[in-house]
């Protein structure tokens, strides 16, 4: 598998989103690179879900250049677009898993509408591994998402979103609502499956937790755009005041040491 | 970077060899899940990657499922195909799919019995729940200051003046099909000034009003069940509790009580307008001049049938509203549960409507009332 670290898996050239008389995004530019995970971070109502909406294709921007994999995403037909889409992998912020559906069947949903043709015993042994993979004890597979916890159904999720093994995976908010020892499982997992299948990971997150222990780079949402990206100590040496405050508050200060302490240990 | 996965096999020493070629991925697998599926086995195996272009975790989940089985060794993976084997490996614990299924018999006896034990519990459900109405009502009698004016008014907007329209529609069409179906028949006897008592009575003392029921539980009596479903998924209700509100107060009364007036009210109106449909219709077609017509309405259609469609119509708004807001406090789970919610209010509400109106007709009958 030839891996070039320099490819741009997610390209976002002058993007604006407009809702009704307020600007949400304007001249935003965006890098993601191959199998790298981005974390997005962002004030509330800096659209980072927007953002995301806009690359799968949820939210039509008003401006803009988008392209996944080198395809151009805006104004693509549904066919052609079908065939980037089976490449990703998303997981919503409350999991949106079908709640009519099992969890295994939930995992199954996307393998039945591409390929219609995989017989359902194999079919049944993919749910099966995804499951496990993703963290899910053996008997979760056949329960009902209402019968989950949330962390459940974040993980469950997970599973749905590599059911066809995708190169890209978008994830919003994961650890939100999670208890810390059910998030700091949950960032571990990321990175383990990041690894394992060489995924690249949009990650939207307010986690400072998450961003230190899991995220190659950072990119941070203000003033309408993407005003900074990098690692964090390069976005430590900006003097942007959002920046300075988001890293430097008391929480901030506190996940640094955290991850000093780990890194001594 | 095209063609399907495929596979050799030869027999090399003592060993069967197993060459797999082209991309390992869940969109080229092709038939070889079946293909492996029959692989001979006999002597000992051996699979050999390194002819493979690219894996995916299904790839090698087919891989490992068949060195599994046959106690194969792999050979020629390249470090992601070894990551990938290593990742199913420790994924490899069955998990089941679904929840286990009975046996039709039993499912048919537990589905008997499960609705019959719904049915029952549904019954004392809105038994107690007419109970705690009760309860609540009088608090608001002993404490009136209490009583939330801007919500009993605001559901009789929405319960009485926005439906105007369409019940007022339909009664008037209702008014014409009596109207000209009874002249069709009473023609046979030569008895076609008769239909204006068909109209007349039938109008106001049932159709209009029952017409008026079923089209207030499908409007209003829904919209309860899944206004207080959803606020009820999304823990309003319970929030409410903690605050001190009563649902009872706050949500269920106001509807109850303006539902319970305001159906006499639409009743009424009902019935007015099947009767000037009736009216146009002899007008244009038996040649009966209006005033005519409501002469003969006001002879025979007796008061007692006024009386009738007032005393059952509150009655009515009653069993509609009370069956909307308990079937939306009894929602659980998840957004399904709304729905199914809904239509039990709908037709609980229209069916303990048609079971009680004939109750009501035997024993006006029965009183006298003809």
């Given at each position: 598998?030839?891996?070039?670290?320099?490819?741009?898996?997610?390209?976002?050239?002058?993007?604006?989103?407009?809702?009704?008389?307020?600007?949400?995004?304007?001249?935003?530019?965006?890098?993601?690179?191959?199998?790298?995970?981005?974390?997005?971070?962002?004030?509330?109502?800096?659209?980072?879900?927007?953002?995301?909406?806009?690359?799968?294709?949820?939210?039509?921007?008003?401006?803009?250049?988008?392209?996944?994999?080198?395809?151009?995403?805006?104004?693509?037909?549904?066919?052609?677009?079908?065939?980037?889409?089976?490449?990703?992998?998303?997981?919503?912020?409350?999991?949106?898993?079908?709640?009519?559906?099992?969890?295994?069947?939930?995992?199954?949903?996307?393998?039945?509408?591409?390929?219609?043709?995989?017989?359902?015993?194999?079919?049944?042994?993919?749910?099966?591994?995804?499951?496990?993979?993703?963290?899910?004890?053996?008997?979760?597979?056949?329960?009902?998402?209402?019968?989950?916890?949330?962390?459940?159904?974040?993980?469950?999720?997970?599973?749905?979103?590599?059911?066809?093994?995708?190169?890209?995976?978008?994830?919003?908010?994961?650890?939100?609502?999670?208890?810390?020892?059910?998030?700091?499982?949950?960032?571990?997992?990321?990175?383990?499956?990041?690894?394992?299948?060489?995924?690249?990971?949009?990650?939207?997150?307010?986690?400072?937790?998450?961003?230190?222990?899991?995220?190659?780079?950072?990119?941070?949402?203000?003033?309408?755009?993407?005003?900074?990206?990098?690692?964090?100590?390069?976005?430590?040496?900006?003097?942007?005041?959002?920046?300075?405050?988001?890293?430097?508050?008391?929480?901030?200060?506190?996940?640094?040491?955290?991850?000093?302490?780990?890194?001594?240990? | 970077?095209?063609?399907?996965?495929?596979?050799?096999?030869?027999?090399?020493?003592?060993?069967?060899?197993?060459?797999?070629?082209?991309?390992?991925?869940?969109?080229?697998?092709?038939?070889?899940?079946?293909?492996?599926?029959?692989?001979?086995?006999?002597?000992?195996?051996?699979?050999?990657?390194?002819?493979?272009?690219?894996?995916?975790?299904?790839?090698?989940?087919?891989?490992?499922?068949?060195?599994?089985?046959?106690?194969?060794?792999?050979?020629?993976?390249?470090?992601?195909?070894?990551?990938?084997?290593?990742?199913?490996?420790?994924?490899?614990?069955?998990?089941?799919?679904?929840?286990?299924?009975?046996?039709?018999?039993?499912?048919?006896?537990?589905?008997?019995?499960?609705?019959?034990?719904?049915?029952?519990?549904?019954?004392?459900?809105?038994?107690?729940?007419?109970?705690?109405?009760?309860?609540?009502?009088?608090?608001?009698?002993?404490?009136?200051?209490?009583?939330?004016?801007?919500?009993?008014?605001?559901?009789?907007?929405?319960?009485?003046?926005?439906?105007?329209?369409?019940?007022?529609?339909?009664s008037f069409?209702v008014g014409?099909?009596i109207?000209?179906?009874?002249?069709?028949?009473?023609?046979?006897?030569?008895?076609?000034?008769?239909?204006?008592?068909?109209i007349?009575?039938s109008a106001v003392?049932?159709l209009g009003?029952?017409m008026?029921?079923?089209?207030?539980?499908?409007?209003?009596?829904?919209?309860?069940?899944?206004?207080?479903?959803?606020?009820?998924?999304?823990?309003?209700?319970?929030?409410?509790?903690?605050?001190?509100?009563?649902?009872?107060?706050?949500?269920?009364?106001?509807?109850?009580?303006?539902?319970?007036?305001?159906?006499?009210?639409?009743?009424?109106?009902a019935a007015l307008l099947a009767i000037v449909g009736g009216?146009?219709?002899?007008?244009?077609?038996?040649?009966?001049?209006?005033?005519?017509?409501?002469?003969?309405?006001?002879?025979?259609?007796?008061?007692?049938?006024?009386?009738?469609?007032?005393?059952?119509?509150?009655?009515?708004?009653?069993?509609?509203?009370?069956?909307?807001?308990?079937?939306?406090?009894?929602?659980?789970?998840?957004?399904?549960?709304?729905?199914?919610?809904?239509?039990?209010?709908?037709?609980?509400?229209?069916?303990?409507?048609?079971?009680?109106?004939?109750?009501?007709?035997?024993?006006?009958?029965?009183?006298?009332?003809?």
């Amino acid at each position: 598998m030839a891996v070039s670290t320099d490819e741009n898996i997610i390209e976002v050239r002058s993007l604006k989103n407009v809702f009704g008389t307020q600007t949400v995004h304007e001249n935003l530019d965006l890098d993601v690179r191959r199998s790298e995970i981005l974390g997005v971070v962002g004030g509330s109502g800096t659209g980072k879900s927007v953002l995301m909406r806009s690359i799968i294709g949820l939210q039509s921007p008003a401006e803009g250049e988008i392209s996944v994999f080198g395809e151009p995403m805006i104004g693509r037909d549904e066919n052609e677009a079908k065939d980037v889409r089976r490449r990703w992998g998303i997981l919503f912020q409350g999991a949106a898993l079908f709640s009519t559906l099992t969890v295994a069947e939930n995992v199954q949903v996307p393998i039945r509408e591409y390929f219609p043709k995989v017989d359902q015993k194999l079919m049944d042994e993919i749910a099966s591994y995804k499951i496990v993979m993703s963290g899910l004890p053996a008997e979760a597979g056949p329960k009902f998402p209402s019968e989950l916890s949330g962390g459940m159904k974040k993980r469950a999720g997970i599973a749905r979103a590599l059911a066809l093994d995708p190169e890209l995976l978008f994830l919003d908010e994961p650890t939100a609502g999670l208890d810390p020892i059910g998030a700091a499982a949950f960032d571990q997992l990321i990175k383990e499956l990041q690894a394992a299948l060489g995924l690249t990971v949009f990650l939207i997150t307010h986690d400072l937790d998450t961003l230190y222990a899991i995220c190659d780079r950072v990119a941070v949402l203000a003033d309408r755009k993407v005003v900074a990206i990098g690692t964090i100590p390069e976005l430590l040496a900006l003097d942007h005041p959002w920046i300075q405050e988001y890293f430097r508050g008391p929480r901030g200060r506190a996940a640094e040491t955290a991850v000093r302490e780990n890194a001594e240990a | 970077m095209t063609g399907t996965a495929d596979f050799s096999e030869s027999v090399e020493g003592d060993r069967h060899v197993l060459r797999f070629t082209g991309p390992m991925t869940l969109a080229r697998i092709g038939t070889l899940p079946d293909r492996l599926d029959n692989v001979a086995n006999g002597r000992r195996m051996t699979l050999d990657l390194s002819g493979v272009e690219r894996m995916d975790t299904v790839g090698a989940w087919l891989v490992y499922r068949l060195a599994r089985k046959t106690e194969a060794q792999v050979t020629g993976a390249d470090p992601h195909m070894e990551t990938l084997l290593d990742q199913v490996a420790q994924a490899d614990h069955p998990v089941k799919v679904r929840p286990d299924r009975t046996p039709p018999f039993y499912r048919v006896l537990g589905q008997i019995g499960g609705s019959t034990a719904v049915a029952i519990r549904t019954l004392g459900g809105l038994v107690g729940f007419f109970g705690a109405l009760l309860i609540s009502a009088w608090g608001l009698i002993k404490h009136p200051r209490r009583f939330r004016l801007n919500a009993v008014t605001q559901q009789f907007e929405v319960i009485g003046i926005h439906s105007l329209g369409i019940v007022g529609l339909m009664s008037f069409l209702v008014g014409i099909v009596i109207a000209q179906q009874g002249a069709v028949q009473l023609a046979q006897f030569g008895a076609e000034v008769f239909t204006v008592n068909l109209i007349g009575r039938s109008a106001v003392k049932e159709l209009g009003l029952l017409m008026t029921a079923i089209m207030v539980a499908g409007r209003s009596g829904s919209a309860f069940a899944a206004q207080i479903g959803s606020m009820k998924l999304a823990e309003e209700v319970d929030a409410m509790r903690t605050i001190g509100v009563s649902p009872m107060e706050a949500l269920v009364l106001p509807r109850v009580l303006a539902t319970v007036l305001m159906m006499p009210l639409l009743g009424f109106y009902a019935a007015l307008l099947a009767i000037v449909g009736g009216g146009i219709f002899t007008w244009l077609s038996l040649d009966i001049p209006p005033v005519t017509f409501v002469q003969r309405i006001r002879e025979v259609v007796p008061m007692t049938d006024l009386w009738q469609m007032l005393i059952k119509a509150p009655v009515f708004g009653l069993i509609i509203a009370m069956a909307g807001c308990f079937q939306g406090m009894q929602v659980e789970g998840n957004a399904e549960a709304v729905g199914l919610r809904t239509t039990s209010a709908v037709v609980q509400g229209i069916f303990l409507v048609i079971v009680l109106d004939a109750f009501f007709a035997v024993f006006f009958t029965s009183i006298g009332w003809l």
